[in-house]
């Protein structure tokens, strides 16, 4: 059962972003999360199936992965740590994004 939808959905956006900007495939985009994260490649496909959350930490690291890696938006960065209940967001958006 998927608990964190929307969350889900930002993990698969940030894997197929950062395939394409890469050249990576998704298995390879994932596996590079996996090692970033040290987390498997299988908590790697939970999360993308919305089934539980990273901790704070890890978030931090995927919203950072997201912006530097994969060149994905401030929208995507808001919308991840939204659905990701990240409880400070302005600040790390302004860190990674620019005020």
């Not at 964190?4 to 959905?9: D, Q, S």
């Not at 050249?23 to 040290?38: C, D, I, N, P």
């Amino acid at each position: 059962m998927a608990n964190h939808p929307r969350l889900g959905e930002q993990i698969t956006r940030l894997i197929r972003s950062l395939a394409a900007v890469q050249g990576w495939s998704m298995t390879a985009a994932t596996t590079h999360l996996a090692r970033q994260t040290v987390y498997s490649t299988d908590m790697i496909y939970r999360w993308r199936q919305g089934r539980g959350c990273p901790p704070t930490k890890t978030i931090e690291i995927l919203a950072k992965i997201g912006r530097e890696e994969a060149n994905l938006d401030r929208d995507w960065g808001e919308s991840f740590l939204k659905a990701a209940s990240y409880p400070d967001t302005v600040d790390i958006i302004n860190t990674l994004w620019g005020a």
